[in-house]
């Protein structure tokens, strides 16, 4: 079996574009990602961290590696001879170049000696550091040559160099095509009990936040740039199911009315606070479980750069979401009804407590911009979900191994993480 990854990196590179593997390596962590010290066991870094990058590096020939922000052993990554030369060259054979991350490391001198061979984004005062080291004697202009010959011999190999004919005029319904498939062809059943789905042309009640406001992708690099969204109360429409009128202008208006209240952006990088999930009466529920066949839950989780997922109304629901599970499963089960929940999530949550109280369990994941439309066709069984889980999902947070070291020490701004866990993950 080919890994994900290394799949990947063969389909982006037999189109003429290379790819770049990354964060290189044991950059595991948002907290502190620019200067954390990983402390762990060569053992544990190069049969499990490592493993993946030497495999996709051997069967995919990746034309550069991106060293990541922190430290491994005390040493930053792009600054590490051992791991950009021994390993990653000597080791594996490595032919094409090795970039930082944006203004990874500390010092220039070092990361040229150690085989980090382009500076992103790239700055005046590393420069002025590089020729000084030059000219007193401490940097052999042989290691530079070597540095600008690896990048030189990935360049002429690139579209932009071989004056690739491009266009500015991309077919965008195509695309959209594509974004569907890949998007339902990632989606994961956990749970089907009784033959709940599919699902054919009925009357839904549609419940949560989420469900009216998908999350597309993660926020910083994991951001997708869409023409456009389709919420699921839309994709639901578009396969011809009756949503109650009622229930979606209540969630519409309390989803304006605090959007509104929120504060602006303070970068793009960063992810808003989500909106508190929208408290709904039980005498409510209860007559839209006389009215309409089926009840549908979306729960949603928005990840990204710069900031690391918690506990409280993140890995374990809310308080909000978990009344309103317990309330509509409540409510529908008397009525013979059956209730599904959609999980729009990046990363796994907390399911064990409250799964045996639904009938259907769908990850649709975070599936960009034809979102509605994608899962549509999987509740109907247009498409048959086929995805399988790449990751585990722990019953509760302190059976993961290292939930005892993560982020580190000091838990605010750690300056050190210990992978006390060692090889005894997964």
Known sequence: LRPPTAVRANGIQANGVGVSLKHFAANNQETNRNAVNVVISERALREIYLRGFEIANKLSNPWTFMSSYNKINGTYTSESYDL???KLRNDWGFQGYVMTDWFGGKDPVVQMKAGNDLLMPGYSQQTDKILEAVKNGLLDEKILDLNIERILNITVRTPAYKNYKYSNNPDLKKHAEISRNAATEGMVLLKNEKNTLPVSKCSIALFGNY???????????GDVNEAYIISLDEGLKNSQFILNKDLENSYRKYLADEKAKQPKEKNWFMPRAPIAEMPVDASVIDNLAVETDIALITIGRDSGEFIDRK??????LSDAEKILITNVSEAYHKK???VIVVLNIGGVIETASWRDNVDAILIAWQPGQEAGNAIADVLTGKVNPSGK???TFPVKYEDVPSSNNFPGLPPEKPDSVVYAEDIFVG
């Open 336 to 338: 013979n009804k059956r």
């Open 84 to 86: 950009l030369t021994k």
């Open 311 to 316: 506990l409280e109304n993140d890995f374990y």
């Open 389 to 391: 889980l790449a990751t």
């Open 211 to 221: 469900s009216y406001n998908l999350i597309t992708g993660g926020t910083g690099s």
